[in-house]
């Protein structure tokens, strides 16, 4: 069944290895579906997709519809005539329309274990919730939310220390080897079906400019995962003297370690880090990124000298000016 015409929908990098994995192994890959380009950096420069990327390179035609539901974009994907389309990361819920379009249906190359982590941001929010275990799960798309029947799944750990960077690189390679594991069953009609179960389901929306913000009072493990969950982008930041002050990289808590100083509090600036008080202890930048600097190891920025044991991180300037109309 290798001559069915299959159409692939993704957007970022953990997509590629999917679409390259289909057309390794000889699958007629007629057209990918990725996002639109992008104005990216500074000088707002438009730029691709990874999966458009790669799909000019392999040859295959791309489309990018702003709205894959709008008519237009739904009859030039009927074109290609899908038996199979198959999804992962692409970023646009698929419509009725569509998903009734290929007669094998539309499969999904998702990054977590369902019904856990369904949505947009399943690796990131595992990582900062402190989760050890993930994978993929691959599954028959529905009208619902990563709500369709799981046809695989396959595992993988997470590290102590591991990122969303790291985990997304190795997700994206278990991804493409279960994708090829699982679409001949899909092909051949033999792939099973099962049902999720609701009373287990999660969600993992997007994440939102105060998912990246650092709440001191929490404990210092909880705030760590935090990091690694939103490493190597966007970060997480915190307030210092009003502005802005990013921690990017910190060294993993000692539980042992009290801080003896309110949350938020610096207690300590050196070479080995920035230490602040958390909700339960201690916290150790090792990289950070002051307002309108570039990020440098603390080692760095401690040489000059303006962040002193005492200051506290965490106030915005909106609080300071509420307190100050109190």
Known sequence: MKNANIVFMGTPDFAVPSLRALIDAGYNVK???????????RKKTMTPTPVKEEALRLGLPVLQPAKLRAPEAVAELAAYA????????????????????PR?????????????????????RAIMNGETVTGVTIMYMAEGLDTGDMI????????????????FERLSV???????????????GTAPRTPQNEAEATYSPNLSREDERIDWTR????????????????????FWNGDVFKVWKA????????????????????????????????FVATEVQPAGKKALPVSEFARNGQMKKGDTLGESPEASQGEAAR
Do not use: W
Request: glycine share 14%; net charge negative; hydrophobic share 40%.
């Open 31 to 41: 057209a990918v579906v990725t996002q639109p380009d992008r104005p990216v950096g």
């Open 82 to 101: 899908p038996d199979l389309i198959v999804t992962a990361a692409y970023g646009q819920i698929l419509p009725k329309s569509v998903l009734s379009m």
């Open 104 to 124: 094998f249906g539309c499969i999904n190359v998702h990054g977590s274990l369902l019904p856990k982590y369904r949505g947009g941001a399943p690796i990131q």
């Open 152 to 167: 695989s799944k396959a595992e993988l750990s997470i590290g102590p220390d591991d990122d969303a960077g790291l985990v």
């Open 174 to 188: 278990v991804g493409a080897k279960l994708l090829l594991e699982t679409v001949p069953a899909v092909l051949d």
């Open 219 to 238: 404990p210092a493990s909880a705030i760590y995962d935090q990091l690694r969950g939103l490493s190597p982008r966007p970060g997480a930041f915190t």
């Open 251 to 282: 060294a993993r808590p000692d539980p042992g370690r009290a801080a003896g100083a309110a949350p938020g509090t610096v207690i300590g600036v050196g070479a080995d880090g920035l230490a602040i008080a958390t909700g339960d202890g201690v």
